[in-house]
């Protein structure tokens, strides 16, 4: 296909052209960059920097780039992950913010000044209220300070901050207290009292009378859980741990501010949980189906809490990610809707039998291309339920070596010859899944044949125009 040429160096005249028709603007906030949601129930986090008056970022800092954006939020969410939250960090973009230099040296004491003025302003200071607004300054005697709920859609981050610092102060927003917290309440049963000064053998020895190296394995968890906590202010860079308790109030809260903060909402489901249901976190669903039931999945993100959860009796027929929570969450399967024999190599069929053993000699061998040839062979004199079962092994053999248009016709074959109706329509439904696989491979086949014939049109822009 032809397209208009476009030498390189007009993209900025182009934009201007864009500008001047008023199709697009250049405010005090656009966005330079946008990650795409990540999978799980991600938390919108909107980064800005403050200009100064001459329109640049810091040229220095622990967070003056992109990259060390991105870095953050990945850390963020490692974190999470470490710890099968569901929840993760949704970088929803990075926008320079010009026109407001007054803040460029800004401290996190000034927090609520520029709150005010964002809200004042929001197209000024590309505020967001569906998001956190993270708000960068240059200043390097500060770190940073985000805000309790409800007032918890703003951080300000200065440029002394830790490699965990973002994920730290979203852990405010989320209403995690530190394990310091005065008075020694962080709201948090499940970690020891902890002093911000402390070394590790202080917390030790003030829970458990004894230092670090002689209490048990139980006693030396508890004390990393707070030594290492992200809430804790001991190793800046290193901390992660995160206790049963944080993870919960975390998700209390995101549950509680979904409408505006999440990109995507959670459905929980607790087997464990007794009383009224509606799909939040403190009021989980009990069982998938009752989800199923309450028509609340399209476009959502079901939590499934750590354990065995019985499998609904209806499909989930919607687009609908499924996560874990604390931990691997089993769905009870429901056994396959038909019969078919695993042990052809005991076939009453000689010929049957001798393929198929020398099939399984070849797939100890590693060699799939002739445990095909003796799986055809035994098909070829195969009957009733064992014709069906190297049919549908087949099919699965081509597949797996991407094989699409051999597998569909493989499964046809099972489906057609299938006297029990379930593996007839699993069959069918196989073999329209690989005409959509081969479909999908040669529409992405015929657009990269497109991509190098403009690779060779531009070559020939190139070589007749230097
Ligand atoms: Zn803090």
Redesign the pocket.
């Known amino acids: 296909m032809k397209t208009p040429s476009s030498p390189a160096g007009c993209g900025r005249l182009w934009a201007a052209r864009l500008a001047l028709l008023g199709l697009l603007t250049l405010p005090a906030g656009a966005p330079l960059f946008a990650a795409s949601a990540p999978f799980g129930v991600p938390v919108r986090v909107s980064f800005k920097f403050f200009l100064n008056n001459l329109g640049n970022r810091p040229a220095t800092g622990e967070l003056n780039t992109d990259a060390e954006i991105e870095a953050q939020v990945v850390r963020g969410n490692q974190i999470l992950a470490a710890w099968t939250s569901e929840l993760r960090v949704h970088n929803v973009e990075i926008v320079d913010v010009a026109g407001h230099s007054e803040w460029y040296n800004a401290t996190t004491d000034d927090r609520d000044a520029i709150r005010a003025a964002a809200i004042a302003n929001p197209a000024g200071y590309a505020w967001r209220n569906n998001a956190v607004n993270v708000y960068i300054t240059a200043n390097t005697g500060c770190s940073a300070r985000s805000q309790f709920p409800p007032d918890n859609d703003i951080i300000i981050v200065c440029q002394s901050i830790y490699d965990t610092t973002v994920m730290?102060?979203l852990g405010?927003s989320l209403n995690l207290y530190?394990t310091h917290q005065s008075g020694g309440n962080d709201g948090c049963a499940d970690t020891l009292p902890d002093d911000e000064d402390w070394t590790r053998d202080q917390i030790a020895t003030n829970a458990y009378g004894m230092v670090y190296a002689l209490l048990n394995s139980t006693q030396q968890y508890q004390v990393n859980m707070v030594w290492s906590n992200l809430?804790s202010y001991h190793n800046g860079d290193h901390r992660w741990m995160m206790s049963s308790c944080q993870l919960d109030r975390a998700s209390t809260q995101a549950s509680s501010d979904q409408t505006w903060l999440l990109t995507k909402r959670p459905v929980y489901v607790d087997g464990g949980y007794a009383g009224t249901q509606n799909g939040t976190f403190p009021q989980p669903y009990t069982t998938i189906q009752n989800a199923i039931n309450a028509g609340v999945l399209n476009s959502r993100v079901l939590v499934l809490d750590q354990g065995t959860h019985d499998n609904p009796s209806s499909a989930i027929t919607t687009a609908t990610d499924v996560v874990p929570r604390k931990g691997s969450a089993t769905v009870r399967e429901a056994k396959l809707p038909y019969d078919l024999p695993a042990n052809l190599e005991e076939s009453k069929n000689p010929r049957v039998r001798e393929a198929v053993v020398r099939a399984q000699f070849a797939d100890r061998q590693r060699d799939v291309l002739s445990v095909i040839t003796h799986l055809l062979e035994a098909e070829q004199h195969a009957t009733g339920r064992e014709r069906d079962a190297l049919r549908f092994e087949l099919a699965q053999r081509y597949r797996d070596l991407q094989r699409f248009d051999e597998a569909s016709a493989w499964f046809e074959k099972a489906a057609a010859g299938a006297d029990q109706p379930g593996l007839k329509r699993r069959a069918q439904e196989k073999a329209d899944a690989m005409k959509a696989e081969l479909k999908r491979q040669k529409q992405l086949q015929d657009e990269g044949e497109e991509n190098d014939d403009k690779r060779n049109e531009k070559q020939a822009e190139k070589k007749g125009n230097p």
């Open positions: 730290h102060e405010h530190h809430m």
